[in-house]
């Protein structure tokens, strides 16, 4: 398949919400009156600068509807604080969720953003007294503030990564605890070249210990090519060339829907 690149053009993502969720998901809406898929997860799942995102193509792969659960920035902490989606992924046929890292999520060392989860709130009395020296002011976002911490403080910044992995942990294991059917745990990634890694990266045993009787890890490592495509076939305005390059692109999404259709075949 070719990608042409589409250039400054601005996409519709037909955002839409379901029931009485608050959550702005892309869309199209989909039906939910018969059987379907649902997909939880953050920016890629969303499918930022994309028009064809890997839940619509896993879509025309089983002819069954995949409802678009993503959300730019989106953690685990926002599913968790909707009943809606939770009720809704619990009605599904099966449920694919994209595993974001620890970082994301309110802890107790820090508060973030109840629906931009990337977004850092405040310190709390845990964490300024682990990291006296630091004026938590000066943070905006989750990974700035994770990365200075870790680069000046490498010693302590263990203590605090332990604490998030552990804390992520409990929290996947309350949301898959609600969703009743088959389970994917989708794990993507480095999907760029030179992608940045996270501060507190997920690792094989973390996620291993969430998997069990109806729930799967799928790992999907794209393949180089589609990482060497970098913008092709997205779609962003003048001043988003550099978001869009820190994106998975067309590609990746494809090779994403090849790999969860799959699995997705054998379970259901």
Not at 8 to 20: F, I
Not at 234 to 245: C, D, I, S, T, V
Request: aromatic share 8%; hydrophobic share 45%; proline share 8%.
């Amino acid at each position: 398949m070719t990608y042409e690149h589409p250039g400054g053009g601005a996409l519709d993502y037909c955002p839409c919400r379901y029931g009485k969720s608050k959550l702005r998901c892309r869309g199209p809406r989909r039906p939910l009156s018969g059987p379907y898929i649902a997909a939880l997860g953050g920016t890629e799942t969303y499918g930022k600068f994309v028009a064809w995102p890997w839940p619509q193509l896993v879509e025309e792969k089983l002819g069954l509807p995949v409802a678009n659960f993503g959300s730019v920035n989106a953690g685990v902490d926002l599913f968790l604080s909707d009943p809606q989606i939770i009720a809704i992924a619990a009605s599904a046929r099966a449920t694919v969720v994209q595993l974001s890292g620890p970082q994301n999520l309110t802890n107790p060392f820090y508060a973030v953003h109840p629906r931009r989860n990337d977004r850092f709130l405040r310190a709390t009395a845990t964490m300024r007294t682990l990291f006296r020296e630091v004026d938590f002011t000066e943070f905006n976002f989750t990974r700035h503030m994770l990365t200075a911490l870790a680069d000046r403080f490498p010693a302590r910044f263990e203590q605090l990564a332990a604490g998030l992995r552990a804390t992520w942990q409990d929290r996947m294991r309350a949301l898959l605890g609600q969703i009743k059917g088959p389970v994917i745990l989708l794990w993507i990634g480095p999907y760029t070249i030179g992608e940045a890694s996270e501060p507190v990266p997920l690792d094989a045993a973390l996620v291993a210990a969430l998997a069990g009787p109806g729930r799967e890890v799928l790992r999907v490592a794209p393949s180089m090519n589609a990482r060497m495509a970098g913008t092709a076939g997205m779609w962003f305005g003048p001043l988003e060339e550099q978001a869009a390059a820190e994106m998975p692109g067309p590609m990746v999404h494809t090779e994403v829907a090849d790999a969860v259709a799959k699995v997705l075949q054998r379970m259901i």
